[in-house]
């Protein structure tokens, strides 16, 4: 069982900068692929980053070369460098753990990211 905490959320004005966190419980984070994903009022709940458990990224294009995707192995914590942020990013940011190559899920409590215009 790995429990996910994420904090960082708040309001910020377009232009601006957030970083979120997630901190995660268990000996075995360094096993997991890390994501961040992000559901706004009356949309699905979408991919936003991910890092695997060797480092590899990917980003939804619609944040390429804005938001950046890092992970401290030793500090049991994912981070999400969110820049330039625009109206359009506001919504619940969720912190998702997968074990590589299974189903196995775990989902933080989400943290709400508001930016205004």
């Known amino acids: 069982q790995v429990q996910l905490v994420e904090s960082g959320g708040g309001l910020v004005q377009a232009g601006g900068s957030l970083r979120l966190s997630c901190a995660a419980s268990?000996?075995?984070?360094?096993?997991?692929?890390m994501g961040w994903y992000r559901q706004a009022p009356g949309k699905q709940r979408e991919l936003v980053a991910r890092i695997s458990s060797a480092g590899s990224t990917r980003y939804a294009d619609s944040v390429k070369g804005r938001f950046t995707i890092s992970r401290d192995n030793t500090k049991n914590t994912v981070y999400l460098q969110m820049n330039s942020l625009k109206p359009e990013d506001t919504a619940v940011y969720y912190c998702?753990?997968?074990?590589?190559?299974?189903?196995?899920?775990?989902w933080g409590q989400g943290t709400q990211v508001t930016v205004s215009s």
């Open positions: 998702n753990a997968n074990w590589e190559s299974t189903s196995i899920n775990y």
């Open positions: 268990g000996s075995t984070f360094s096993l997991y692929a």
